[in-house]
């Protein structure tokens, strides 16, 4: 059981890693959009590739507001909600794991 609550925390902590990164990438693709970007360069279009499959399911519900769009902020919040409620919770159960319940 030590060698999979070690993998069972291994892979939590990944997650949480990446959850973290795509928080980044979300940021940096708001302030992107605030400026004129070249839609043409790279860098722009990973950023909008990666973020719009789940900002537009977001802007199908919640449109923007006075032209202020609210979905990376809810994509930030939903992020921190899984980060506590279910990535939090895998690690908790592999230390669980290790400690033999």
Do not use: C, H
């Not at 302030?31 to 722009?44: A, E, F, H, K, R």
């Not at 690690?91 to 400690?99: D, L, N, S, T, V």
């Amino acid at each position: 059981m030590f060698v999979l609550g070690n993998l069972i925390i291994a892979v939590g902590r990944a997650l949480d890693m990446l959850m973290y990164v795509y928080i980044w990438v979300v940021i940096i693709r708001a302030l992107i959009s605030w400026v004129n970007p070249d839609p043409y360069n790279p860098i722009v279009r990973f950023l909008f590739k990666v973020t719009e499959p789940v900002m537009s399911r977001i802007r199908k519900y919640i449109p923007p507001i006075s032209g202020i769009d609210l979905s990376p902020i809810i994509v930030i919040v939903a992020i921190f909600f899984v980060q506590q409620l279910f990535i939090q919770s895998l690690i908790e159960y592999g230390i669980a794991m290790k400690r033999g319940f």
